[in-house]
Every structure is written in structure tokens, then in C-alpha cells.
């Protein structure tokens, strides 16, 4: 490890510096330690929005598959296959607010809100390998546009 850094925007920062100063950077390699996950919480979640983001996720899914096997047909290809991506988004749409509903009903209130979730590293390290490690912290140990 060469530097350790709180922000990937610093770590990556630092390596963009070794690359001006003609540095190997291809023996450099920046990693995220100390993982965590994060669930960001977006909203309430009632039986419109379930029913809402159901319906989006069934309406994509049944206009693709619809798509596909309008293309299939020899004939008419690009006609009939607008037609049975349309017909394929509609069923979808039913289904998935169907299904929405059915999942969210099932839940009986344990999770009436939406949310993200990521992995977020607490800090980033930049690693050189072993021949060039010591190059490396003595190119950032001189360094004069630190942001640290």
C-alpha cells in the first residue's frame, strides 16, 4: 500500500498524478476497503406504488418478449412484431400491478417503504507492486496539489 485515501475522487487523484509524473500505472491498483452496505430510504410504499412499479417492471418485460416473438414471424416481421410488443406491454402491465399488489398485500405491512441499497467502501488504498512501490510514495510524497 502506497496511500490511503477517505474518497475514491482522492485516490484516483493521486494516481492521475503518478500518470502525469510518467509513472507505470499499470502496476497500480486502487481498492475500496472496510465494505459496508447502505440502504438509502426513498418513500412510503402503499398499494398504488406497488401496484405502479409492478405494472412498469410486467410492461417491460411482456413488450420484450412480445418484440421477440413478433420477430420470429417470417411474414410481417417489423409489423407484427410493433403489434406484439404493444399487446405484450398491456398483458404485462396487468400482470405485473397484479402481482405488485399480491406481493405487497403478502408482506402485511413489514416493509412499507422503498429503498436503494449499495456497498460502500469506508476508504480507498492505492497498491503499487513491489518493484515500484518505493517510486511511488517518493513521486506522492512530493506531491503540491494534495487535497488530503
Sequence with gaps: MIATFDTYADAESAVDYLS?????????????????????????????????????????????????????????????????AFYGLVFGAVVGALLGLLMYALQGGRRDFT????????HYEVLADVEVADEAVRLLTGRTDRKE
Design 20 to 84: 502525469d509524473q510518467h509513472f507505470t500505472v499499470d502496476k497500480l491498483a486502487i481498492v475500496g476497503r472496510d465494505i459496508e452496505l447502505v440502504e438509502q430510504i426513498v418513500g412510503r410504499l402503499n398499494y398504488g406504488w406497488a401496484a405502479l412499479r409492478g405494472a412498469a417492471a410486467g410492461a417491460l418485460t411482456g413488450a420484450l418478449f412480445g418484440w421477440i416473438f413478433g420477430l420470429l414471424d417470417w411474414v410481417q416481421p417489423l409489423l407484427t412484431g410493433l403489434a406484439l
Design 115 to 122: 429503498s436503494i441499497q449499495s456497498l460502500q467502501p469506508r
